[in-house]
């Protein structure tokens, strides 16, 4: 959309931070972007705050720039909400550009279920006891759904690698690498540029060439994270590539099949979130009210 692609500088200086206050710590990961580091900020008020710090490569092409100040501005226009991760600043001048962003110290949702499913193989009974962490995290991530819809942004990359766990286990909406401003349209239309997309998160109308994008199509995105959940960190769809492949196999009707970890009414959501037509799947309200409401869906 026009409004999409702006990024405002006036917005950003208000936010900017004195590369100086940061202490970089250790490497967290990698990306095609950068990568990101733990680090420490020093307070104006005295003591220091573990941060997470997101930085370009220093060959990175100015597109990334570009894409990184679009990122930053969008989680400016997102706001504050206990379910997206916070934003502390970011530092441009006299340096690389660097995003600085609340630490999660269990990391991402993906981790976690990768290593919930090598606990399971020990001993199944973890699971029962560790439903309750996962529920919950699967509401928290829809009230932060539901407050990117309230601001009209779309997220357009919600999976379990974007998810991130902090400490009291509240989990955190990050990445917002691909989100998009709806405000004047209320959906992004996808431009022709050769980005790398989440095929197999994205619903069908993001998968079409006249790609476009609503919070319904987040909603699908969510459904897929309900069925990683379930699959304790599975790729979904195996050995199936391609957006067109994906695009007519969804057109056939074809779903990801239901979860063994997972109750029939559970598996009954996620249909609803992978609705072919978007105006006839659930809003993020909607969906964490039926999670609310069947507590015990997983595992
Ligand atoms: O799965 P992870 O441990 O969690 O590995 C990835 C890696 O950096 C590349 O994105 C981790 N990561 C990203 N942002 C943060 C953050 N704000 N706090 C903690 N870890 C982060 C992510």
Redesign the pocket.
């Known amino acids: 959309g026009p409004s999409s692609s702006s990024i405002d500088m006036d917005m950003l200086k208000e936010r900017e931070i004195d590369r100086g206050r940061l202490q970089i710590g250790q490497l ?4 095609a972007f950068g990568h ?1 580091v733990k680090a420490t900020l020093e307070q104006p008020e005295g003591g220091n705050v573990v941060v ?1 710090v ?1 930085k370009l490569k220093d060959n990175a092409e100015t597109t990334a720039r570009t894409d990184l100040l679009r990122e930053t501005c969008i989680m400016l226009l997102c706001g504050d909400h206990d379910n997206v ?1 916070g934003l502390k600043g970011i530092c441009f001048r006299d340096g690389p550009l660097q995003l600085v ?4 110290e269990h ?2 949702l ?2 976690l279920l990768w290593t919930l499913r090598a606990e399971s193989k020990l001993n199944r009974t973890v699971l029962v006891n560790k439903r309750h962490i996962f529920e919950n995290m699967m509401v928290g991530v829809c009230c932060g759904l539901e407050h990117l819809a309230s601001q009209r942004l779309v997220h357009r990359d919600i999976a379990a ?1 974007n998810i ?1 766990i902090c400490g009291k286990g509240t989990a955190k909406i ?1 990445d917002f690498g691909l989100a998009r401003d709806t405000y004047a349209v209320g959906y992004h239309r996808q431009g022709r540029g050769n980005e790398l997309l989440p095929l197999k998160w994205m619903a069908p109308e993001g998968l079409k060439n006249e790609a476009m994008f609503t919070h319904k199509s987040d909603v699908w995105s969510f459904g897929v994270l309900l069925w990683e959940v379930a699959q304790l960190g599975r790729t979904p769809y195996p050995g199936m590539d391609g957006a067109d492949r994906i695009y007519d196999a969804l057109r056939n009707h074809f779903r990801l099949p239901r979860p063994q970890l997972c109750t029939e009414e559970r598996y009954q959501l996620m249909l609803k979130c992978w609705k072919f037509n978007e105006k006839r799947r659930p809003d993020a309200t909607t969906v964490r009210k039926q999670l609310e409401a069947d507590p015990n869906g997983f595992f």
């Not at 967290?28 to 990306?31: A, H, N, T, V, Y």
């Not at 962003?101 to 999660?104: C, G, M, P, Q, S």
């Open positions: 967290l990961g990698e990306g990101v997470a997101k991760i962003l609340e630490y999660a990391g991402s993906l981790h690698r991130l990050a």
